[in-house]
């Protein structure tokens, strides 16, 4: 998996595109949009118990990392919000667990690949156009997320308020 | 419909999927232990993991013990790559349990783990500062709550 930095800034970007396309609501949700990008990572303490306590509970996390796991989770997630938010936070949970998904299909099948098709298959899909350790996921989302500070600055210089 | 019914509902299904997961995913996926249990079984199969490398011992090819989530293996390896202590890597080969090795027949060393790791705590750093400043906890209803609601 590339790092939770180009997950959390990715998660950014997206939520201030929709944000500057109109929905004005987006930039609160730029949290909730980071968090459901790191979801389908809560299978690392099941890695962490097995490490550390000998506790082998690997094949029983696998769905988290999943598509249909990962965006049951988020549904779970949303529940945490308020009833007339529902909708909205599972909507920005799940650009985050899309953004995720999408960048791990990318990684080397050698570092193991995606269960996409899971529950139905458990054959393992990737594009293969990255390493896990490479820095390149990171220099590719900094460049709209520079793009988009240097606008947002530039507009609050103008309007007031800014920052991310 | 009532929150604690969906999460009910949700929950199930999520449990439900990490039980079916943990019967039909230990039958394609072995661990070290496993291999060790029942080395006849395993002979010349394919093996996949990542884990740290270590006692390495040079020659026409590189002998390491390998060291994944707590269990290790020893492994040979003849590829080009070029192997220091406590490298972590990505390693894919063939068991020979019988021999009591993995004949590594591919890997990929990471450029620096530490790397990886300090980038991801910036990011959980950047994740609770963009969560938290707009979004506070209700203990009274156990909800999150807009700091602006």
Redesign the interface.
Known sequence: MP???????SA?VVSEVLFISGRRYA??????A??G??LPDLVKPF?LL???L?L?????????ATP??AF??A??AS?????RRWTRAFGFLSIGVIIHLIWDSML?P???GQLIL??FS?KQYSLGLI???S?LP?LIVSVPFVILMALRVTGSSTHGGGG? | MNRVLVEAIILSFIISLCLYSHVEYGKRHSSIPDVDKDPGRYENVSFRSEGTVTNISAGPTTNFTFVTMGDRIDAAYSGAERLEEGDYAIVYGVLHPLSGYLEVTKMHVYADIRRLYALSLLGLGLLLWLFLRNWRFSFSELVWRERDA
């Open positions: 790092d939770w930095l180009t997950y959390v800034l950014w930039r609160r949700y730029a949290g909730v980071a968090i990008s790191v890695y097995k490490t550390y000998g082998d509970l690997i094949g029983f996390s696998v769905p988290l249909v796991g049951l989770v549904g779970l529940t945490l919000f308020p009833r080397h050698l570092g193991g899971f529950p458990f390493w896990s350790d820095i990171l991310l």
